[in-house]
C-alpha cells in the first residue's frame, strides 16, 4: 500500500539555525503534499499545500519565509524551518495525495525541539 | 482551521466493548473519512464515506453518515487495547482535497 515517509524522525537543534524536513512518497507519485503542524494533545493544523513544480500554498498566519517548502518532484517535497526557536518546536507531518484519490498518505511525523 | 467537533473528547472503556465517536461538521462535503494516530506517530487511514452512502464497513469499524444533520459516527466493535488511539475525523476542501479536520477523540482500552 502507499507509503510515505519522513525524515528525520526527530531533531534537536539551537536557536537560530535551520531544519530540514524531508517527505517522500515511497510507492506513488504524489501530485500535492501537506504540511502539518500538531501540538500535544491537539488536532492537525494544515500549514500549507504543496503541489510539485509550483509554489506553496500557506494558510493563513503561517510565515512562508519562516517554513520555508519545496517540491521539486513527485515523490519529494522538503520543509525547511528557518531560524530556528523554542515556539517552533513541535511536531510536524506530512502527507501525499495522489492525484485523482480522495485519500491521504501520512508520514510518521517529525518531532522538531529547538533549544 | 477545524471544521467542526467530535466528541467524546476522551473515552475510556474495556477490552471488549464497543466504541463509539461522533464528528460533526460544518459545510457541505463529498467525502468525510477516519483516521487514528498512535501516540506520538503519524495518521493511519481508517475508512472514507462518500456523501451519498449513508454507512460502510471495514473489519470491526463500522462508519455512519448523515448529510442531514451533518454528522458521523465511527464504531468499533469488540475493541482491543491496541485500539488505543486518537480518532479524527476529516473532509476535505477546495480543489487539492485539503482536510479539514475534527479535535480528535482519545481512546483508550483497558485490558
Known amino acids: 500500500g502507499a507509503v510515505v515517509s519522513q525524515h528525520p524522525s526527530w531533531v534537536i537543534c539551537k536557536s537560530g539555525t535551520s531544519v530540514k524536513i524531508e517527505c517522500r512518497s515511497l510507492?506513488?507519485?504524489?501530485?500535492?503534499m501537506f504540511w502539518y503542524r500538531q501540538f500535544p494533545k491537539q488536532s492537525l493544523m494544515l500549514m500549507a499545500t504543496?503541489?510539485?513544480?509550483?509554489?506553496?500554498?500557506?494558510e493563513q498566519g503561517v510565515e512562508k519565509d519562516k517554513f520555508l517548502i519545496n517540491h521539486a518532484s513527485l515523490t519529494l517535497s522538503t520543509l525547511t524551518v528557518t531560524s530556528a526557536h523554542p515556539e517552533d518546536s513541535s511536531f510536524y507531518i506530512c502527507?501525499?495525495?495522489?492525484?485523482?484519490?480522495?485519500?491521504?498518505?501520512f508520514g510518521p511525523g517529525t518531532r522538531l525541539t529547538v533549544l | 482551521s477545524q471544521q467542526g467537533e467530535e466528541d467524546p473528547q476522551a473515552l475510556s472503556i474495556q477490552e471488549g466493548e464497543n466504541a463509539t465517536m461522533n464528528c460533526s461538521y460544518k459545510?457541505?462535503?463529498?467525502?468525510l473519512q477516519w483516521y487514528r494516530q498512535n501516540s506520538g506517530r503519524g495518521l493511519v487511514h481508517l475508512i472514507l464515506?462518500?456523501?451519498n452512502e449513508r454507512e460502510k464497513h471495514s473489519g470491526r469499524l463500522r462508519v455512519t453518515l448523515d448529510t442531514s444533520k451533518k454528522s458521523s459516527s465511527l464504531l468499533i466493535t469488540a475493541s482491543r487495547a491496541a485500539d488505543t488511539a486518537s480518532y479524527f475525523c476529516?473532509?476535505?476542501?477546495?480543489?487539492?482535497?485539503?482536510?479539514?479536520w475534527g479535535a480528535g477523540t482519545k481512546l483508550i482500552i483497558k485490558p
Open positions: 476529516a473532509t476535505p476542501r477546495g480543489d487539492n482535497y485539503q482536510l479539514i
Open positions: 502527507s501525499a495525495r495522489e492525484t485523482g484519490e480522495d485519500t491521504q498518505y
Open positions: 510507492d506513488f507519485q504524489a501530485t500535492t
Open positions: 504543496s503541489n510539485e513544480g509550483s509554489k506553496a500554498t500557506y
Open positions: 459545510t457541505s462535503i463529498n467525502n
Open positions: 464515506i462518500r456523501s
